[in-house]
């Protein structure tokens, strides 16, 4: 039991949004809210970028629609 408690907490650790963000991921947030797709998202907005040590705040020029919802265009 020991073993698998171990191999629990290994992935819940893993998961972590902190954890997430130091492999290198990001999360980009309008509003507070993390955007999922370019519904709403207009040229002008200001978005911010959160990564695992600092943010970037940006302006939106232009939005592109595409992808396959994997993250790659297709």
């Known amino acids: 039991i020991g073993y698998r408690l171990e191999v629990i907490e290994t992935r819940i650790r893993d998961l ?13 947030m309008l509003n507070g809210k993390a955007i999922k797709t370019i519904e709403g998202i207009e040229r002008g907005c ?13 302006a939106v020029e232009s939005t592109k629609e595409g992808g396959n919802g ?5």
């Open 70 to 74: 994997n993250g790659w265009s297709n």
């Open 16 to 28: 972590d949004p902190v954890n997430v963000l130091k492999r290198g991921y990001s999360i980009t």
């Open 46 to 58: 200001i978005i911010t970028t959160r990564l695992y040590k600092g943010e970037i705040i940006s």
